[in-house]
């Protein structure tokens, strides 16, 4: 009976999210000629996004590590707090700090890659250090005891033993930041000014601007079975290393 009420439940919650996209399929089957993006925009998009994606880890994982061995419930609820925040409040947040910048020190970013690439950053961040969070609370010091005992310093403790079993972690932290950044809208809009175009203001523009809504949904329903794609790759290789 559990089994079955569970059954149910996931059927429900698998509809939910997908049935958006296959109403998609209504304006393909009107069919269109498809305009399909230039290889160079694919290839900075997916370049911005796996960039976003390797620094987001990079800086959340020592606060990561630190959360789950030391940090109290203030520190947690302090760096997770912008999770709640909308992408458009950061997207201008940022967009006042960067004309405070430009103002005093002279360092322009708005209509920069690398005023985007500071932007996704800023908007995954916490998605990156809930992920490793959960990866290396759940941690046993039993290992990193048993290599203490055997005469390994503490970094190497931590090199050979910590880190080699947080990285299913940190291979899922990559590919949900990633899969977020390559359909990205708002901050490419609002920092890069639109002169950064991504894979996501191009399929933006076919709705709301081209009005070609054929191929607008042709490519969303490509983004989202690459993502779908990409994230069972990753599923899988979790689970070959037995992890």
């Known amino acids: 009976m559990i089994k079955k009420i569970a059954a149910v439940s996931f059927a429900v919650v698998v509809l939910l999210f997908y049935a958006p996209f296959l109403a998609l399929g209504y304006y393909i089957t009107e069919g269109g000629e498809l305009r399909l993006p230039s290889l160079s925009m694919v290839a900075s998009t997916l370049l911005l996004a796996a960039t976003a994606a390797a620094i987001s880890i990079a800086v959340a994982y020592p606060a990561a590590y630190y959360l789950a061995k030391r940090g109290t419930e203030l520190e947690f609820a302090l760096l997770t707090a912008p999770l709640w925040v909308g992408t458009l409040l ?11 910048l430009e103002k005093t020190v002279g360092v322009a970013l708005w209509g920069q890659p690398l005023g985007v690439l500071v932007g996704m950053v800023y908007e995954y961040l ?18 990193v005891h048993a290599a203490r005992a055997l005469g390994a310093s503490r970094i190497q403790a931590f090199l050979r033993v910590e880190l080699p079993l947080t990285l299913p972690g940190v291979a899922a932290a990559f590919i949900l930041v990633f899969l977020f950044a390559a359909g990205e809208v708002i901050m490419p809009a609002v ?15 076919l709705y709301f601007k081209a009005r070609d809504i054929f191929s607008g949904s042709v490519l969303s ?23």
């Open 191 to 205: 920092l890069g000014a639109w002169k950064v175009y991504t894979f996501g203001n191009y399929i933006w523009d």
């Open 221 to 243: 329903l490509m983004l989202t079975g690459m993502s779908l794609l990409a994230t069972y790759i990753v599923v899988r290789t979790i689970r070959s290393l037995s992890i």
């Open 126 to 143: 916490p998605y990156s250090l809930l992920t490793l969070y959960a990866s290396a609370e759940k941690l046993s010091e039993s290992p």
């Open 90 to 100: 950061k997207a201008y947040s940022l967009l006042v700090l960067y004309a405070v």
